[in-house]
């Protein structure tokens, strides 16, 4: 099983800082499926050339 973890940083009105903030994850059965789920994701949105929108990150994760 692989898990897809999208994360965001996002300001955090009582602490007055950043934090980063799990938005969604999905689960395949193989790495492929997982990688090609993420470069899907950071298509759109917005990123390019594998590379995710500044302040956020997508993240496949191996669980057995």
Known sequence: MWVLVFINLML??????KEPVIEAWYEFETMDECF?????LIDQLGGSN???????QA??????
């Open 12 to 17: 955090n009105n009582d602490s007055g800082y």
């Open 36 to 40: 090609q789920a993420r470069e899907l």
């Open 50 to 56: 594998g590379w995710p929108p500044k302040g956020t």
């Open 59 to 64: 993240v496949c994760i191996h669980d057995e």
